[in-house]
């Protein structure tokens, strides 16, 4: 997702520390920034974006 051009939107389950390490990783290896969003209506959707 970072290094793709435009923007990025997926579509998952709960985050893990795992994947929370890797996000915090990549945004200082590449300076994209993620937005994360947890919907409220639903336990376990997140969204994650990336520009």
């Known amino acids: ?3 793709a051009k435009g923007h990025s939107k997926i579509r998952c389950g709960p ?3 795992r994947t929370k390490t890797a996000i ?3 945004e200082h ?4 920034k993620f937005k994360i969003t947890e919907i409220p209506s639903s336990n376990s959707t997140t969204i994650i974006e990336c520009e």
Request: net charge negative.
């Open 24 to 26: 915090y990783v990549v």
């Open 29 to 32: 290896l590449t300076n994209v």
């Open 1 to 3: 997702m970072a290094l």
């Open 15 to 17: 985050l893990s520390d």
